[in-house]
């Protein structure tokens, strides 16, 4: 991505395509490696009964 900004311009379409897959594998990157919270977990409330 930085050799399209230099090469490029920072608002070349080029440049901006870079950035996205770039924005896309670090999200992806982030997800992968992100530990689980508990609130990613269904919660149950502590009060109610199941019959």
């Known amino acids: 991505m930085i050799a399209a900004a230099e090469k490029y311009g920072f608002t ?21 490696f992100r530990k689980p919270r508990m609130n990613d977990y269904p919660q149950i409330e ?3 009964v199941l019959i």
């Open 12 to 32: 070349d379409e080029e440049t901006l395509k870079s950035s996205q897959e770039l924005d896309r594998l670090l999200n992806k990157y982030m997800r992968f």
């Open 46 to 48: 502590r009060n109610s």
